[in-house]
């Protein structure tokens, strides 16, 4: 029988992820020769077949929102979809998939064989994040080597279930995290989340410019809060700028992979748990976030429809 137990406590949180045990073997992973732009000394998230990074330069322009959503859409799209939240300080995920303040990861403490944590699941999405391993209140004040090490947990010390895309949401910025997922981690494409504004849209471009540097695809950008539509009348106002993200990817190179609007819909489902993509997956919204995964999915080589969406249960 499987033994397990809960993590109960965020002092807890650093004795545990550091017991779990080293790496698995080659069985585990796929070579270069498979995976061209794969360097062979990165590694394969085990249970994972895709790993899409989905990443800002700034906070503020609506990254996890669309991490979620996007990740919903694949499962829409007959995905088996995993959603990884590396951002240690601000984690978002739990509150974002309802989640938060409920049950914690579990370990598996079965003898001969590797303990990892259990993700949790909701929407027919398997999660993992800080957010779990800690109080919902509680600061997470590590250096860099502990923050590292929590984040090389979190992606491969995971009981990932036979996952067709694992999406990561990183945290905002191009620091330590952003380099080193990079450079030990197979990603098999990043999506740059930005507003339509010149400020955000510059930080955009240091985003892309940081993953080519390090050898990741970057699938696209995806130009959030791109406009507001009136409700009662339908004109659209274009409150940040327009065709700032179309402008700026041509003369760098990338693709605009959608535009989503600003609407109270996405922050209301945000922030009570209940996704805009969960709550209404055929609706006006969700057909935005339905494009840009199908996008992305085509560019990472994924194969759409492969099982039938899962029946979405509200929590």
């Given at each position: 029988?499987?033994?397990?137990?809960?993590?109960?406590?965020?002092?807890?949180?650093?004795?545990?992820?550091?017991?779990?045990a080293?790496?698995?073997g080659?069985?585990a992973?796929r070579?270069?020769?498979?995976?061209?732009?794969?360097?062979a000394?990165?590694?394969?998230v085990?249970?994972?077949?895709?790993?899409?990074?989905?990443?800002?330069?700034?906070?503020?322009?609506g990254?996890?929102?669309t991490?979620v959503n996007?990740?919903?859409?694949?499962?829409?799209?007959?995905?088996?979809?995993?959603?990884?939240?590396?951002d240690?300080?601000?984690?978002?995920?739990?509150?974002?998939?309802?989640?938060?303040?409920?049950k914690?990861?579990?370990?598996?403490e079965?003898?001969?064989?590797?303990?990892?944590?259990?993700?949790?699941?909701?929407?027919?999405i398997?999660?993992?994040?800080?957010?779990?391993?800690?109080?919902d209140e509680?600061?997470?004040?590590?250096?860099?080597?502990?923050?590292?090490?929590?984040?090389?947990?979190?992606?491969?010390?995971?009981?990932?279930?036979?996952?067709?895309?694992?999406?990561?949401?990183?945290?905002?910025?191009?620091?330590?995290?952003?380099?080193?997922?990079?450079?030990?981690?197979?990603?098999?494409?990043?999506?740059?989340?930005?507003?339509?504004?010149?400020?955000?849209?510059?930080?955009?471009?240091?985003?892309v410019?940081?993953?080519?540097?390090?050898?990741?695809?970057?699938?696209?950008?995806?130009?959030?809060?791109?406009?507001?539509?009136?409700p009662k009348?339908?004109?659209?106002?274009?409150?940040f700028?327009?065709?700032?993200a179309?402008k700026?990817a041509a003369?760098?190179g990338?693709?605009?992979l959608?535009?989503?609007?600003i609407?109270?819909?996405?922050?209301?489902?945000?922030?009570?748990?209940?996704p805009v993509?969960?709550?209404?997956?055929?609706?006006?919204i969700?057909?935005?976030?339905a494009?840009?995964?199908?996008?992305?999915?085509?560019?990472?080589?994924?194969?759409?429809?492969?099982?039938?969406p899962?029946d979405?249960?509200?929590?």
């Amino acid at each position: 029988m499987v033994g397990t137990r809960a993590i109960s406590s965020w002092r807890a949180v650093p004795a545990a992820v550091r017991s779990l045990a080293r790496p698995g073997g080659a069985a585990a992973r796929r070579t270069a020769s498979q995976v061209p732009h794969r360097a062979a000394n990165k590694i394969i998230v085990p249970g994972v077949d895709k790993t899409i990074a989905v990443a800002s330069a700034k906070g503020g322009v609506g990254k996890s929102t669309t991490a979620v959503n996007v990740a919903l859409a694949l499962s829409q799209l007959g995905q088996r979809v995993g959603l990884c939240d590396v951002d240690v300080f601000g984690p978002s995920i739990p509150l974002m998939m309802n989640l938060a303040g409920g049950k914690k990861p579990e370990v598996d403490e079965s003898s001969g064989r590797e303990k990892r944590l259990h993700p949790l699941e909701n929407y027919g999405i398997q999660c993992m994040s800080m957010g779990f391993l800690v109080d919902d209140e509680a600061p997470v004040v590590w250096r860099g080597p502990m923050v590292m090490s929590a984040v090389d947990q979190l992606l491969r010390k995971v009981s990932w279930r036979n996952l067709d895309v694992l999406v990561i949401d990183m945290p905002p910025g191009t620091g330590d995290t952003h380099l080193t997922i990079s450079q030990r981690v197979a990603l098999d494409g990043a999506i740059i989340v930005s507003t339509p504004q010149d400020v955000a849209l510059m930080d955009a471009v240091r985003g892309v410019n940081m993953f080519r540097k390090v050898g990741i695809p970057v699938l696209g950008l995806v130009e959030n809060m791109s406009f507001f539509a009136c409700p009662k009348c339908g004109h659209e106002s274009d409150v940040f700028g327009r065709g700032g993200a179309e402008k700026r990817a041509a003369e760098i190179g990338v693709d605009v992979l959608g535009r989503i609007p600003i609407e109270l819909d996405i922050r209301i489902g945000a922030d009570k748990g209940v996704p805009v993509v969960a709550r209404d997956p055929h609706g006006r919204i969700s057909g935005y976030y339905a494009e840009i995964a199908r996008a992305a999915l085509d560019r990472v080589g994924g194969g759409a429809d492969r099982r039938p969406p899962p029946d979405i249960v509200m929590m």
